[in-house]
Each structure stands twice: as C-alpha cells, then as structure tokens.
C-alpha cells in the first residue's frame, strides 16, 4: 500500500482536530475568551479609591488636614473611625486597607517641634494592593511634612515661600520611570497571565490531540507508515493555529490596547513559534509516557499551572533559590517571556535574547523523543501482529 501523502495526512488531521469539541475550543474561541476576560478583570489600569481607616485621636485643625491629604490621593479613599478597635476589625476584615492612627496633642507637638509620630498598619497580604496604598500614603504624609516644614519656616522669619520651601526640602529627587511610566499594572500583570495561560493551552493542546489520535485510530496505526511525515502533519495542524493566536495576543495588547512595541515583531513571532513548537513537544510526551489521558492532563497542570509564579515578573528570577530556577528553567514561557519584555520595552537585539532562543530551541530535542517512543510502540505492535499471524 501506498504511504499517504503529508498534505492527505494534514488534511485528515484537521479533520480528526475538529471533531472533537474540546480541542476545536483550545484551538479556537476559549484561549481569546480567556484573554478578553483577564483584560475585562484589570481594564481600569491602576487603583483608584482604595479604602483606608483613619483614626483621629486629637481633633484638630493640623490632623484634619493630613486626613484631607490622604483623602486628596487618587489612589485612597478615607474611612473615619472612632476608636483603634474598629479601624482594626475594619482592616483584618478587608473592608479597609490600612489604617492610619494620629495621635493626641498631635498639633501641640508639631507646633512645639517634636515631630509626633503617626501610625500607619497596612495589609500586605495583598501585595499589589499593599504597594499601591503603601506608596500613596507615603507620598501624602511626605508632602503634609514638607507644607508644615515650610509653614514653620515661614513662621521663624523666611518671608519667601519658595524659600522656605527651599530650606524645608532642601534636596528634591526626580524618579522617572523608563518602562510602563504610567505604572499600568494592568499591562503589567495582563502581559503576563496570557502568555502564562497560551502555555497551558499548548501543552494541553499537545496532549489532547496525541490522545484523540491513539483513542480514534491507534498511535500504532496512523505513525506505521511514515512516522516523520505523520509527526510532522500533526505538529503542523496545531503550531499554526497557537502561532496564530500568540500573533493575535501580542499584536491586539500593542494596537488594541496601546502599549508599547520597542523591538522587531520578526524576533517576537519567531520565538512564539519555537514556544510553541516547545509545548507541544511536552504535551506530546507526557501522554506517551502514561498512554492515559486523565493521568496526563495532571501532569499537564502540575506543569503549567504554576508558571506565573516562575516567569520572573512578579518576582525575581535572580533571587529564587536554586530549586526554583530549576525548574523554572523547564519551563518554556519562562524563556519566551524574556524576550516578549525585550522586544516589547527595551528593543532587545538578537544577540540580547539569543540565549532565551537557544534555550527555546533546546526543547526541541524533546521531539527526538517522542519520535522514539512513537517508534518503539510502531515496533512492538508489528511484533505482535507477525506473533498473532
């Protein structure tokens, strides 16, 4: 019998593909439902109005006003409380975000120059939260310092505002962000959960369709005759579709959503396909390795679930103990990731991310074992036919 050709064997994998509603919607509409329900989630960009208690325990004219200064910062919106225990119930229920406590005779011991001190308590547990209400409130306590410095100043002889404004911060410092100057943690966080949810879809995609071909006509069937034209075939049907789609996502974050583009898309859609190329190779080899699809999908998801946390984005690659750089070194988005950053903040070089595509090249060697694998399965289901014949 005639070996098929590979544009009949494409032909019959996008069929098979397609006949199975999963796979279609992995291939199709759930990764792009996915994506504009992550953005629909941080849409608005940055915090604005995050609750926090004050507390006022002196009641007077200069504590009223540092509330106002806090409740002047887009980023906070003050609560007042009667009493420590209430704020406290308040922020350990998270209806509020921090609390501020201003003590008593706090305007006599400014006056007197005695610097009282105020307490602010912040949850950290919510980290994005925490930084952002830390941060505003620190902006918002340094400015009411500086007026009340330049107000004494003005008090003990400097008639010049500017002056005294001069002697009350005598040092100003400008901090200027060089990338997401607008500190948009949705395009922070966005540009990162999507790849991180396009490398489940891939591996899982991977997986899928090894085991959609082994349950509908057999691995031992279909790889017989021709295993590199079969394997090829079947990459082919599904690298294009998830090429495609990372196209779509980094192409509707820079046009659709307007952030920024500082590199060469040619890098960037060439490393997507080797991220691809690179999931597949996994998902192919954790169904052959248990020839069980339920037990592959576990492995699927004990993979890629947690590669978020391993991407290095919200938190330092440099600064993960050595475990964890293990293992986020097998992971493929941890590798594309880098360069997607590259391309779109710094306009990284080739020789910048080569070793990002090096290293995404590198899983490609995993198709050498798959290759093998499907052979010795080949082999052995021949030996058993020639047995039974």
Known sequence: MDKPSFASRLLDELRLTLSDRWLTALLGWLPLALFLLVWAIFSSGTGRDLPIGVVDLDHSAMSRNLARYYDASPTLETRRFTSVQEA????????????????????????????????????????????????????????????????GKMLHGTTVSTQAAGQSVPVRFQLVPLFNNGTNYAQFLVSAIIPALWQIVIVASGMLSMALTDKRIGL???????????????????????????????????????????????????????????????GSLLYLGTRDATRAMSLVAGFTAPAFAFMGVSFPASDMPFLAQCWRAMLPISHYITVQIGQFNYGATLIQIQPMLLALASFSLIWLLVAAKLKRLCRSATLIQEAGI
């Not at 079969?230 to 952030?259: C, E, R």
């Open 220 to 282: 031992e069937n279909i790889f017989k005759q021709g295993l590199l034209s079969a394997l090829v075939a079947k990459v082919t049907g599904l690298l294009i579709p998830l090429w495609l789609m990372g196209v779509v996502f980094a192409t509707a974050m820079h046009f659709g959503l307007g952030w920024p583009m500082n590199g060469s898309w040619t890098l960037l859609f060439a490393s997507q396909g080797l991220m691809v190329s690179a999931g597949l190779a996994v």
């Open 88 to 151: 406290t119930a308040s922020l350990n229920s998270a209806e509020t975000y921090a609390t501020v406590i201003i003590p008593s005779n706090f305007e006599k011991a400014t006056l007197r120059g005695e610097s009282p001190e105020v307490t602010a308590l912040y949850n950290s547990q919510y980290i994005l939260i925490g930084k952002l209400v830390n941060a505003a409130m620190t902006q918002s306590q340094s400015t009411f310092a500086a007026m009340v410095e330049t107000k």
